[in-house]
């Protein structure tokens, strides 16, 4: 083989892949809620699932996408997991569209004669628009050319390397289908991209490189393939991450093991079809359809009990509060989602804080190391909320979504300074438990009752809005309650009802608690604004539950 014939395979390649990337950007970035609201459409039922993860996986051409979204449904509560394996299983059809571009288009007509053209109209129309959605679809049209032209690179490497490398003798016994898969499968790996290994599997049966059956062999192993990327994406996802990418994992190698069997049997009759008579490029892209969807015949009846199993087999970590729930890599690049599921994290830090208030304020002989490893707790979620906010800010953001990061990250510092305040108050807690005044033991209990109440109204629970004007009046009144015991323990120390020392610490204590009660209301009653305007209603995040004593 020679240098040239390697580096038009190699160029091919290069210029194939980073067509699919400025092509799927583009067209992610113009979809924008569009995305969304498709997938909204599969809230009802899983057929219904399952048609939006192949028409927007089709559209978008990109499943990791989808994917994306689809965790982030679930994570809000908007999908049951069963729904959202069903789009998985759409994913999976929608993504053998790209196989059909390539058939009916890439081997069909002279790349030049409408690549170079799509090039040029779409930086034209990127260059006009911006970054508006005419913009971003003119970034689509680019990489629609470019993934063109890469195509046609690697069809003209690949017809060089049948002279040099023959791929067909290694015939299609059991053994050599089996060599085939894994070729698939490894190319994916290293490129994650199974478009690409589709493209090659096409460009070879195109060029005569290798038999129809060797090349589905290619397409199943790419297939199994996408399974790595659905086990990286894992690596350290929440629960509801690691059970859709166990699904995903679960569909490819079934339907690939079941594939391979059929393969094994069909070999014969696919090698011995005339490619006179049949266009072996357009019957492979249709193998690959068949193939997927014969993967959803096989696991739609046993979906239900696949549901039930991820359901055992992976639980949210509720022990390791200090690990998100809502928020991880996998979302990151979907800043509308992300944005969602921060909201839904604070919720949870809302519902953290308003237990260790709670905590805090009816202090007992065990308490002070409970309420210490719950703020600490508090402040690691926090931080990872912060270190998440800084990479989402990193993303091409709108402006709207712009503004809303440092308001989610002020509603985070009130929670925080309410947990650290709450560490405080056990200071003072011999200074209230020892007080031997009556009266002014009265007015120090009622105080904390008022607290103990604008705790509960502003904790963040999805049974009910947060009463902002309720709790507005409640932080005013506490105020006026607040400095009325004030000045009642500064009378008290004159009158020498209370030594300086008791009036000092009791003032101190009153006042981190008074501090405390502050921050949880300015927290509860910013939140909704870090949220996009269109979805400022209470969110469905699920109640922190106390853990066991």
Known sequence: MTLELLSQLFGGIGLFLLGMQLMTNGLKQAAGQSLRRTLEFATRSRLRGLFSGTLITALVQSSSAVTVATIGFVNAGLLTLGQAIAVIYGCNVGTTMVGWIVALIGFQFKISAFALPMIGA????????????????????VGFGIFFIGLDFMRNGFDGMSEHIPLSQLGTGPMALALFVLAGFVMTFLMQASAAVMAIALSLVHTGSIPLSAAAA???????????TAILAALGATANARRISAAHVVFNLLTGAVGLLLL????????????HLFNLVILL??????????????????????????????????????RPHYIDNTIVHTPSLAVE??????????????????????????APERVIRQAATIHRLISEIGDFNQELGRQ?????????????????????????????????????????????RQAVYEFQKKVSELIDLCEIRQDRLIQGNEAHQHIQQLEKEYQNLKAQLLEASVSGKLTAA??????????????????????????????????RAPLHAPAVTPPSA
Request: with cysteine; aromatic share 6%; net charge negative.
């Open 122 to 141: 779409g930086m034209i129309l990127q260059l006009l628009a911006g970054q508006k959605r005419a913009g971003h679809l003119g970034l689509a049209l």
């Open 341 to 366: 599921a921060v909201c839904l994290e604070l919720a949870r830090v809302s519902q953290l804080c308003s237990r260790v208030a709670h905590e805090a304020l009816n202090a007992g002989q065990d």
């Open 396 to 440: 091409n953001l709108n402006a709207e979504i712009n503004e809303l990061l440092p308001m989610s990250m002020r509603v985070a510092r009130y929670f925080d300074e309410a947990a650290r305040l709450a560490t405080r108050m056990l200071d003072y807690y011999p200074a209230f438990s020892q007080l031997e005044n009556t009266l002014i």
């Open 285 to 322: 892209a249709l193998f690959h359809t068949l193939f997927n969807l014969m993967g959803v015949a096989i696991m739609w009846p046993l979906t239900s009990a696949l549901e039930r199993f991820l359901l055992r087999r992976f639980r949210s970590q509720d022990e390791d509060e200090a």
């Open 264 to 275: 094994m049997l069909l070999a014969g009759f696919l090698d011995s079809l005339n490619p």
């Open 502 to 535: 008791e009036s000092i610490a009791l003032m101190d204590g009153l006042s981190h608690m008074h501090r405390m009660a502050e921050q949880l209301e300015k927290g509860a009653r910013h939140w909704s604004y870090a949220l996009p305007i269109e979805h």
């Open 218 to 228: 290619i397409v199943i192993g790419s297939n199994i393939g996408t399974t790595t």
